[in-house]
């Protein structure tokens, strides 16, 4: 519904002096590199990116609309469709903000079983992350290899929960059932499995020179300028602040495990590449330890039949693969949230989309766009 | 800095504009007349709350309000920060000169509450298409493609099952009366 | 002989055809597209001749190199979408009579039997011909080829950078 | 194989006895001539796509096309030639009509005249001609203009783009790809393709077979990373690269038009694979011994023939394996490459080449040696880089 | 010589006509064709294209073409001088090297003043 933009504006470019016309060329929603349907409108000077335009909302379906006429039990379903690659993590972090509205406790096996799974959600995320950002620099086979590994996991949670995309499995209050008897030695057979695959996406990207080449000084975002945007996740400790929700604000029981959070300050590509491999290690380090840890138990608090937080606001946060899934939810009292609003990582990371891409070539387009690794369902809403 | 040293520094500041304020755990709770939310937005920025998490709107019927989260990289404690503006012509300036990442919110905000932003560089619908008419989040909000939930008497088994007594079906005067269709109109 | 020179007019009428569609041609590119085909419409009546290296020499740069680079100057220069090419200009008589002259003047040289025009020695090959006759009976004018070609790179990239 | 040259004459001189013109037997060779090798085209170019997917499922540890045809999918190519065959034929109402038609036909027109002078064994070559390798490489400079043509004429941003992308890339890696090609032609003193295979019959020091590869190593790793930027191969696939520019110039060509250019494409694969064969890999040199009840010319003609082909298509396995595992570079890393790295490189090459050679024959010893230090320099160069990077981490 | 060179040209017909029986006969004949409006808009990626696709484009392309057409010429002369390099011995090489050290400066000239630069 833009208005056409007029072409054959002659502008001076600042960086040669030239005098030229722009171009404005579409990139989405129909593009194989844009994730999803998300549209770039890119003003073009050669191969130079002038200016991006970032167009959402083609998925959008009034996500908070629904949400304030659904009880607060059926919204877990609809939170799996924000980040459908990452369900898990966006149950958890809407669980999490119903229950410290209500001031709920839950069993600590139930805590344990959450952070397993949400970190196994972390590594499937950043494989497909990782997967598909080898695709847009045109390297297929780690796409395929990462698909591999992700499967595992889908296995996994297939086992657990019986689906293998939206898993719907949080409850407020625990988890609806415990794992299957053959989940310990399963997952422990995977992490296995997963340990020395590593190095070998290492071997084909991390050290390959020219994925080096592609990534390194591409898309640069300073820290100033990722807190300014609000940054969060992986995107912001690529800037250099060692900032992660698990371990700045601890929620759940992450405050009881051992784990780095990886920090890179080259602010590029590369960075955030970077931190997103690393951060593989890191939680399947969290989930060795919460297996080693699991204590037996129930796995469901005493919950009434019909949720009613007391009548309050709150601002829960959680740490998402992608960065700070928040919930703002006021409750009137009743079993309906009043209001019910997410604040999704990606969103606010891709609107710092035209600050990174402006100087950038057209191909870096793609590789900075995959680096902020989008999912257009959190996006759009 | 405590929360409580915090709000007294605001207070300090701008007695006047803040009208209610509340300190929970570690955040900061406050309500500011519209007309100074920049002048505390930024003083806020300068006391360390440099990360804005999110900009949100609520309809209250009888006002709009903008909710600003905010928090800092170097220290634990939030803000929360409401600032109520007329349904009729609501109007706030905009706080892009402060976060440059407000952009994105205050157009989510203006796109579905139809907060108009005063200042805002871009201030055009985000999610929603440019030719979409309403604010969908607005409680008074109808749409004829909008389908109002029904529990098909899920409540009424549950409170029966509890012994109460059957709620009819919730008198939430907000609920915009609209008359159920099938999905497929 | 007759099957050669059925060819030689076959390939000159395509030859004359593509100059025709370059010079006559409204559309710019269409022009430049016409050219790479008189181009290598060129390169075969050099085959006829005997000159094959010629003809090689023809088609890498004349098809492979000057081509691209009149594309590259023709999308730097113009809005090469809609405008039309003026096809007549100012010049039309001048160049009539120009061309007309030269076309006599071919014609009385290859009727005449003036020697230059009357065919050269047949060779085998040419290249290495080619390659120990600029070596050794033509080694100034080669050099002399060598700066020529450094002032052409050196002038293009002066007009082409500003600075 | 000279049996076939004796075939041709018989057959001129019986139809000659029969008073027919000349001009009918030659033509009729010529006839079957271009049949079979456009035959032959059409095949190896179905073979490659096939064995490309398999390759590079084999790369990513599936399996590829197994269903059509039974045994690991082979008919899967025929299927996908038929689906294009059936596919609607779509000319965007904005392109330039003539132009889009004609850029195929120009692309494949080239791509099938290079086959011209391909040494496919002792004695079977269609035409020596005896400017070879400098006619392989000016009609391969149509192949660009024909990809000009098809991105122009698109009127479409992304084919534009992708055209002018080839059209830089092809010019600034021409340039060390003709200056690679040199070193054979000065060893060999020719540039006639079946004379510059014969001229690799010898040996190198009585142990090595006489390949120019041995003495050219640094020439045929410069025209062989030159070639795949010819062939638009990854990781110098830009002017098509999928992810930025959809598919480059010939995104707006559907059904068989597109099928056109994607077997040019592969077509072109196996011409630069011959041309590096006949040049550096001693073309249809091998061992080969004599089979019973054939002449010995023939069974040495076959021999040829087969080393030719397992040469070449090693070359190509190592172009699909290379695509299969790297990324994919940007524009201006591209042109840079090819004139900082290559084009010092390839006159370094030329220069010592002839210095070798001018010093005599023995010196051979020299190049090899020199090659040598050049790679380890230029490997020694390219390692640090891989590691320095990894500073910046602040955990 | 020369007759050698009729296999080219019918080597290029016959190329030319192979695709005109591919997509013109062959094709054609089962393909189906309907187009419509829609089918036939220029592709950017589902959107409305904004203007046309002939772009007006920057001059470092002229650059580099340039540059080629240069190295191009004396490639060309290259190639007798290989065929002939070793019957003629030092004196040939020496006057090659002058050759291109002359255009080497001339590269020299383009990497200094950044014709081979991308910006």
């Given at each position: 519904?833009?208005?056409p933009?007029?072409?054959?504006?002659?502008?001076?470019?600042?960086?040669?002096?030239?005098?030229?016309?722009?171009?404005?060329?579409?990139?989405?929603?129909?593009h194989?590199?844009?994730?999803?349907?998300?549209?770039l409108?890119?003003?073009?000077?050669?191969?130079?990116?002038?200016?991006?335009?970032?167009y959402?909302?083609?998925?959008?379906?009034?996500h908070?609309?629904?949400?304030?006429?659904?009880?607060?039990?059926?919204i877990?379903?609809?939170?799996?469709?924000?980040?459908?690659?990452?369900s898990?993590?966006m149950?958890?972090g809407?669980?999490l903000?119903?229950?410290r509205?209500?001031?709920?406790?839950?069993?600590?096996?139930?805590?344990?079983?959450r952070?397993?799974?949400?970190?196994?959600?972390?590594?499937a995320?950043?494989?497909?992350w990782?997967?598909?950002?080898?695709?847009?620099?045109?390297?297929?086979?780690?796409?395929?290899?990462?698909?591999?590994?992700?499967?595992?996991?889908?296995d996994l949670?297939?086992s657990?929960t019986?689906?293998?995309?939206?898993?719907?499995?949080?409850?407020?209050?625990?988890?609806?059932?415990?794992?299957?008897?053959?989940f310990?030695t399963?997952?422990?057979?995977?992490?296995?499995?997963?340990?020395?695959?590593?190095?070998?996406?290492?071997?084909?990207?991390?050290d390959?020179?020219?994925?080096?080449?592609?990534?390194?000084?591409?898309?640069?975002?300073?820290?100033?300028?990722?807190v300014?945007?609000?940054?969060?996740?992986?995107?912001?400790?690529?800037c250099g602040?060692?900032?992660?929700?698990?371990?700045?604000?601890?929620?759940?029981?992450?405050?009881?495990?051992?784990?780095?959070?990886?920090?890179?300050?080259?602010?590029?590509?590369?960075a955030?590449?970077?931190?997103?491999?690393?951060?593989?290690e890191?939680?399947?380090?969290?989930?060795?330890?919460?297996?080693a840890?699991?204590?037996?138990?129930?796995?469901?608090?005493?919950?009434?039949?019909?949720?009613?937080?007391p009548?309050?606001?709150?601002?829960?946060?959680?740490?998402?693969?992608?960065?700070?899934?928040?919930?703002?939810i006021?409750?009137?009292?009743?079993?309906k949230?009043?209001?019910?609003?997410?604040?999704?990582?990606?969103?606010?990371?891709?609107?710092?989309?035209?600050?990174?891409?402006k100087?950038?070539?057209?191909?870096?387009?793609?590789?900075?766009?995959?680096?902020v690794d989008?999912?257009?369902?959190?996006?759009?809403? | 800095?405590?929360?409580?040293?915090?709000?007294?520094?605001?207070?300090?500041?701008?007695?006047?504009a803040?009208t209610?304020?509340?300190v929970k755990?570690?955040e900061?709770?406050?309500?500011?007349?519209?007309e100074q939310?920049?002048?505390?937005?930024?003083?806020?920025?300068?006391?360390?709350?440099e990360?804005?998490?999110?900009?949100?709107?609520?309809?209250?019927?009888?006002?709009?309000?903008?909710?600003?989260?905010?928090s800092?990289?170097?220290?634990?404690?939030k803000?929360?920060?409401?600032?109520?503006?007329?349904?009729?012509?609501?109007?706030?300036?905009?706080?892009?000169?402060i976060?440059?990442?407000?952009?994105?919110?205050?157009?989510?905000?203006?796109?579905?509450?139809?907060?108009?932003?005063?200042?805002?560089?871009?201030?055009?619908?985000?999610?929603?298409?440019?030719d979409?008419?309403?604010?969908?989040?607005?409680k008074?909000?109808?749409?004829?493609?909008?389908?109002?939930?029904?529990?098909?008497?899920?409540?009424e088994?549950?409170?029966?099952?509890?012994?109460?007594?059957?709620?009819?079906?919730?008198?939430?005067?907000?609920?915009?009366p609209?008359?159920?269709?099938?999905?497929?109109? | 002989?007759?099957?050669?020179?059925?060819?030689?007019?076959?390939?000159?009428?395509?030859?004359?055809?593509?100059?025709?569609?370059?010079?006559l041609?409204?559309?710019?590119?269409?022009?430049?597209?016409?050219?790479?085909?008189?181009?290598?419409?060129?390169?075969?009546?050099y085959?006829?001749l005997?000159?094959?290296?010629?003809a090689?020499?023809?088609?890498?740069?004349?098809?492979?190199?000057?081509?691209?680079?009149?594309?590259?100057?023709?999308?730097l220069?113009?809005?090469?979408?809609?405008?039309?090419a003026?096809?007549?200009?100012?010049?039309?008589?001048?160049?009539?009579?120009?061309?007309?002259?030269?076309?006599?003047?071919?014609?009385?040289?290859?009727?005449s039997?003036?020697?230059?025009m009357s065919?050269?020695?047949?060779?085998?090959?040419?290249?290495?011909?080619?390659?120990?006759?600029?070596?050794?009976?033509?080694?100034l004018?080669?050099?002399a080829?060598?700066?020529?070609?450094?002032a052409?790179?050196?002038?293009?990239?002066?007009?082409?950078?500003?600075? | 194989?000279?049996?076939?040259?004796?075939?041709?004459?018989?057959f001129?001189a019986?139809?000659?006895?029969?008073?027919?013109?000349?001009?009918?037997?030659?033509?009729?060779?010529?006839v079957?001539?271009?049949?079979?090798?456009l035959?032959?085209?059409?095949?190896?170019?179905?073979?490659?796509?096939?064995?490309?997917?398999?390759i590079?499922a084999?790369?990513?540890?599936?399996?590829?096309?197994?269903?059509?045809g039974?045994?690991?999918?082979?008919?899967?190519?025929?299927?996908?030639?038929?689906?294009?065959?059936?596919k609607?034929?779509?000319?965007?109402?904005?392109?330039?009509?003539?132009?889009?038609?004609?850029?195929?036909?120009?692309?494949?027109?080239?791509?099938?005249?290079?086959?011209?002078?391909?040494?496919?064994?002792?004695?079977?070559?269609?035409?020596?001609?005896?400017?070879?390798?400098?006619?392989?490489?000016?009609?391969?400079?149509?192949?660009?203009?024909?990809?000009?043509?098809?991105?122009?004429?698109?009127?479409?941003?992304?084919?534009?783009?992708?055209?002018?992308?080839?059209?830089?890339?092809?010019?600034?890696?021409?340039?060390?790809?003709?200056?690679?090609?040199?070193?054979?032609?000065?060893?060999?003193?020719?540039?006639?393709?079946?004379?510059?295979?014969e001229?690799?019959?010898?040996?190198?020091?009585?142990?090595?077979?006489?390949?120019?590869?041995?003495?050219?190593?640094?020439?045929?790793?410069?025209?062989?990373?030159?070639?795949?930027?010819?062939?638009?191969?990854?990781?110098?696939?830009?002017?098509?690269?999928?992810?930025?520019?959809?598919?480059g110039f010939?995104?707006e060509?559907?059904?068989?038009?597109?099928?056109m250019?994607?077997?040019?494409?592969?077509?072109?694969?196996?011409?630069?694979?011959?041309?590096?064969?006949?040049?550096?890999?001693?073309g249809?040199?091998?061992?080969?011994?004599?089979?019973?009840?054939?002449?010995?010319?023939?069974?040495?003609?076959?021999?040829?023939?087969?080393?030719?082909?397992?040469?070449?298509?090693?070359?190509?396995?190592?172009?699909?394996?290379?695509?299969?595992?790297?990324?994919?570079?940007?524009?201006?890393?591209?042109?840079?490459?090819?004139?900082?790295?290559l084009?010092?490189?390839s006159?370094?090459?030329?220069?010592?080449?002839?210095?070798?050679?001018?010093?005599?024959?023995?010196?051979?010893?020299?190049?090899?040696?020199?090659?040598?230090?050049?790679?380890?320099a230029?490997?020694?160069?390219?390692?640090p880089?891989?590691?320095?990077?990894?500073?910046?981490?602040?955990? | 010589?020369?007759?050698?060179?009729?296999y080219?040209?019918?080597?290029?017909?016959?190329?030319?006509?192979?695709?005109?029986?591919?997509i013109?006969?062959?094709s054609?004949?089962i393909?189906?064709?309907?187009?419509?409006?829609?089918?036939?808009?220029?592709?950017?990626?589902?959107?409305?294209?904004?203007?046309?696709?002939?772009?007006?484009?920057?001059?470092r392309?002229?650059?580099?073409?340039?540059?080629?057409?240069?190295?191009?010429?004396?490639?060309?002369f290259?190639?007798?001088?290989?065929?002939?390099?070793?019957?003629?011995?030092?004196?040939?090489?020496?006057?090659?090297?002058?050759?291109?050290?002359?255009?080497?400066?001339?590269?020299?000239?383009?990497?200094?003043?950044?014709?081979?630069?991308?910006?």
């Amino acid at each position: 519904m833009e208005k056409p933009i007029p072409i054959g504006t002659t502008v001076v470019m600042e960086r040669t002096g030239e005098t030229m016309e722009e171009m404005y060329v579409n990139m989405g929603p129909q593009h194989p590199s844009t994730h999803g349907v998300l549209r770039l409108m890119l003003k073009l000077d050669g191969e130079y990116i002038i200016d991006c335009i970032p167009y959402i909302g083609y998925l959008h379906r009034c996500h908070e609309k629904i949400g304030e006429n659904r009880n607060y039990t059926q919204i877990i379903p609809y939170t799996d469709r924000l980040d459908y690659l990452a369900s898990m993590s966006m149950n958890f972090g809407y669980v999490l903000a119903v229950e410290r509205l209500m001031g709920q406790k839950i069993p600590e096996r139930a805590e344990y079983m959450r952070v397993i799974l949400a970190e196994l959600q972390r590594i499937a995320s950043h494989l497909i992350w990782l997967g598909t950002f080898g695709l847009d620099l045109g390297n297929f086979t780690i796409f395929m290899y990462c698909f591999r590994e992700r499967e595992m996991v889908l296995d996994l949670f297939e086992s657990v929960t019986g689906q293998r995309l939206n898993y719907s499995f949080y409850r407020i209050g625990g988890m609806p059932m415990d794992f299957p008897d053959t989940f310990l030695t399963d997952c422990q057979a995977f992490l296995a499995w997963f340990k020395p695959r590593l190095p070998e996406y290492d071997a084909i990207m991390t050290d390959n020179i020219l994925f080096q080449k592609r990534v390194q000084g591409v898309g640069i975002s300073p820290p100033q300028v990722a807190v300014e945007y609000g940054l969060s996740g992986p995107m912001l400790r690529a800037c250099g602040i060692k900032w992660d929700l698990r371990r700045n604000e601890p929620y759940s029981i992450y405050d009881r495990f051992e784990f780095d959070i990886p920090v890179f300050d080259t602010c590029d590509v590369w960075a955030r590449y970077m931190v997103r491999r690393r951060e593989m290690e890191e939680s399947v380090k969290i989930v060795e330890q919460a297996l080693a840890q699991l204590p037996p138990g129930e796995v469901m608090a005493k919950m009434p039949k019909t949720i009613k937080p007391p009548a309050g606001q709150i601002y829960s946060r959680a740490e998402s693969p992608r960065g700070e899934i928040g919930f703002y939810i006021v409750s009137d009292g009743s079993p309906k949230p009043y209001r019910y609003k997410v604040r999704s990582p990606a969103y606010v990371n891709l609107s710092a989309l035209p600050e990174m891409l402006k100087g950038c070539l057209v191909a870096d387009c793609v590789a900075v766009l995959g680096s902020v690794d989008i999912v257009l369902g959190e996006v759009d809403r | 800095m405590t929360p409580e040293e915090i709000l007294e520094q605001l207070k300090q500041k701008f007695g006047d504009a803040i009208t209610e304020s509340e300190v929970k755990g570690v955040e900061v709770r406050l309500t500011v007349k519209p007309e100074q939310s920049w002048e505390v937005c930024r003083l806020v920025r300068d006391i360390g709350f440099e990360y804005l998490n999110c900009i949100s709107g609520a309809d209250w019927m009888t006002h709009l309000e903008v909710v600003y989260d905010l928090s800092s990289l170097q220290h634990p404690n939030k803000a929360h920060l409401r600032v109520p503006v007329d349904r009729d012509n609501p109007v706030v300036r905009t706080v892009t000169d402060i976060w440059r990442g407000a952009n994105w919110h205050e157009r989510e905000c203006y796109d579905l509450f139809g907060v108009r932003f005063d200042g805002h560089p871009d201030l055009r619908r985000i999610l929603l298409p440019e030719d979409w008419a309403g604010y969908p989040l607005r409680k008074d909000y109808t749409d004829e493609r909008l389908v109002p939930y029904t529990d098909y008497g899920m409540e009424e088994k549950v409170a029966k099952a509890e012994g109460e007594k059957a709620a009819p079906k919730e008198a939430r005067s907000l609920q915009p009366p609209t008359p159920t269709k099938p999905a497929t109109a | 002989m007759t099957l050669k020179l059925g060819i030689f007019y076959f390939l000159a009428a395509f030859t004359v055809w593509a100059s025709a569609v370059v010079v006559l041609g409204k559309n710019i590119v269409r022009s430049a597209v016409a050219l790479i085909f008189g181009f290598c419409g060129m390169a075969a009546l050099y085959v006829l001749l005997d000159a094959e290296f010629l003809a090689a020499v023809q088609v890498l740069i004349y098809v492979g190199g000057i081509t691209i680079l009149l594309l590259f100057a023709i999308m730097l220069t113009s809005r090469i979408g809609s405008t039309t090419a003026r096809v007549v200009n100012d010049q039309v008589i001048l160049s009539a009579i120009a061309a007309i002259g030269l076309l006599v003047g071919l014609i009385y040289a290859s009727t005449s039997g003036i020697p230059a025009m009357s065919g050269p020695p047949r060779l085998p090959e040419t290249a290495p011909f080619l390659g120990r006759a600029l070596l050794t009976t033509y080694a100034l004018p080669f050099e002399a080829v060598s700066v020529l070609l450094l002032a052409a790179m050196v002038g293009a990239i002066v007009l082409a950078r500003k600075d | 194989m000279m049996i076939f040259a004796t075939l041709v004459e018989r057959f001129y001189a019986a139809l000659a006895a029969w008073g027919i013109p000349w001009i009918v037997p030659t033509l009729v060779v010529m006839v079957i001539v271009v049949s079979v090798v456009l035959a032959y085209i059409s095949v190896a170019a179905m073979f490659m796509i096939w064995w490309e997917r398999k390759i590079s499922a084999h790369i990513q540890v599936r399996y590829g096309p197994m269903r059509v045809g039974g045994w690991h999918g082979w008919a899967q190519s025929i299927a996908d030639g038929i689906k294009l065959l059936l596919k609607e034929d779509l000319i965007p109402t904005g392109a330039d009509k003539v132009v889009f038609v004609l850029a195929p036909m120009v692309v494949f027109g080239a791509t099938v005249a290079a086959y011209v002078t391909i040494p496919w064994a002792p004695g079977l070559i269609v035409r020596d001609l005896n400017i070879g390798i400098l006619y392989m490489v000016s009609i391969s400079s149509l192949v660009v203009v024909g990809i000009i043509m098809a991105g122009w004429s698109s009127n479409n941003k992304y084919a534009t783009l992708g055209a002018l992308r080839s059209a830089a890339q092809a010019v600034s890696y021409e340039v060390p790809l003709v200056l690679s090609l040199l070193g054979p032609v000065m060893i060999a003193g020719t540039m006639s393709m079946g004379k510059l295979v014969e001229a690799q019959s010898g040996r190198w020091f009585g142990v090595l077979p006489g390949w120019f590869v041995f003495p050219q190593i640094v020439a045929f790793l410069t025209y062989f990373t030159c070639a795949l930027a010819e062939c638009n191969r990854l990781p110098f696939d830009i002017p098509e690269a999928e992810s930025e520019l959809v598919a480059g110039f010939h995104v707006e060509y559907s059904g068989m038009r597109f099928a056109m250019f994607f077997l040019a494409e592969y077509a072109n694969m196996f011409v630069v694979s011959a041309i590096a064969t006949t040049l550096f890999l001693g073309g249809w040199h091998g061992p080969w011994i004599p089979l019973p009840g054939l002449p010995r010319e023939v069974a040495h003609g076959l021999f040829g023939l087969v080393w030719f082909q397992v040469k070449c298509y090693f070359l190509i396995f190592v172009m699909m394996w290379l695509r299969w595992t790297l990324a994919r570079l940007r524009v201006d890393q591209l042109m840079g490459f090819a004139w900082k790295v290559l084009l010092p490189i390839s006159f370094a090459n030329l220069i010592v080449t002839g210095l070798v050679l001018i010093l005599g024959k023995h010196a051979l010893l020299y190049v090899g040696g020199i090659a040598i230090l050049l790679l380890v320099a230029i490997l020694l160069a390219a390692r640090p880089a891989a590691r320095t990077v990894r500073v910046g981490e602040r955990t | 010589m020369a007759a050698d060179y009729a296999y080219v040209g019918f080597f290029l017909v016959v190329g030319v006509l192979f695709v005109i029986l591919n997509i013109e006969i062959l094709s054609r004949i089962i393909r189906p064709h309907n187009p419509n409006p829609q089918k036939l808009t220029t592709y950017e990626c589902g959107e409305e294209p904004i203007g046309i696709g002939w772009i007006r484009f920057h001059v470092r392309y002229y650059l580099y073409a340039l540059v080629y057409i240069v190295f191009a010429v004396e490639t060309v002369f290259l190639f007798p001088w290989a065929i002939v390099f070793r019957e003629l011995g030092l004196f040939a090489f020496l006057e090659m090297m002058v050759f291109i050290g002359i255009l080497l400066v001339g590269l020299a000239y383009a990497w200094k003043k950044g014709a081979l630069e991308w910006a």
